[in-house]
T-cell receptor
Framework: DGGITQSPKYLFRKEGQNVTLSCEQN?????MYWYRQDPGQGLRLIYY???????QKGDIAEGYSVSREKKESFPLTVTSAQKNPTAFYLC?????????????FGSGTRLTVV | AQRVTQPEKLLSVFKGAPVELKCNYS??????LFWYVQYSRQRLQLLLR??SRESIKGFTADLNKGETSFHLKKPFAQEEDSAMYYC???????????FGKGTKLTVNP
């Protein structure tokens, strides 16, 4: 069953803690993305990666970090420097090149700071 | 900078009525435009893309470069069309997909 898996579905973080959100895909997609979804704000790009061991900042990268050691995996770390981390986080992937197909999205992780 | 504007946060129509969800964009080049939909408790999914000129679930969207618009239309709305709709733009040669803030469509019986 091909797709993108995000885990956990819900995550609670204490103030000052770093937390890591997992994103795994078995679609053999080259590019992977992290978006943050807030009510009334739409989706905003945090980081993206087109190939292994390379990634670029999106529009709201401050307070976040990523790694891309494997093609299938693109974990996102929400650091203590992120001032307002409570949000819904979406991971996506797509093939690069050729006809611009749409992105495939995961089911999301809801992060709450307690 | 590229931008996508969806002027309506909420849109409510009755079943069987026509529906149009507006999307305007600002980008000087040749954009690639998409509509994504998020049904309740489901993941965000691609509805249609302008390059395909397709009709999905009765929805169509035409790219109007003169008006920089990509409005989503359906002649007869169904209750199952109730969802959150996002318009998105991808700049040619870029990996970044820019989303609008979304329109919540409610189709009343």
């Amino acid at each position: 069953d091909g797709g993108i898996t995000q885990s956990p579905k819900y995550l609670f973080r204490k103030e000052g803690q770093n937390v890591t959100l997992s994103c795994e895909q078995n679609l053999n997609h080259d590019a992977m993305y992290w978006y943050r979804q807030d009510p009334g704000q739409g989706l905003r790009l945090i980081y993206y990666s087109q190939i292994v061991n390379d990634f670029q900042k999106g529009d709201i990268a401050e307070g976040y970090s990523v790694s891309r050691e494997k093609k299938e995996s693109f974990p996102l770390t929400v650091t203590s420097a992120q001032k307002n981390p409570t949000a819904f986080y979406l991971c996506a992937s797509r093939s690069v090149g050729g006809i611009p197909y749409g992105y495939t999205f995961g089911s999301g992780t809801r992060l709450t700071v307690v | 900078a590229q931008r996508v504007t969806q002027p309506e946060k909420l849109l409510s129509v009755f079943k069987g009525a026509p529906v149009e969800l507006k999307c305007n964009y600002s980008y000087s080049g040749s954009p690639e435009l998409f509509w994504y939909v998020q049904y309740s408790r489901q993941r965000l999914q691609l509805l249609l893309r302008h390059i395909s000129r397709e009709s999905i679930k009765g929805f169509t969207a035409d790219l109007n470069k003169g008006e920089t618009s990509f409005h989503l239309k359906k002649p007869f709305a169904q209750e199952e069309d109730s969802a959150m709709y996002y318009c998105a733009l991808q700049q040619g040669g870029s990996e970044k997909l820019v989303f609008g803030k979304g329109t919540k469509l409610t189709v009343n019986p």
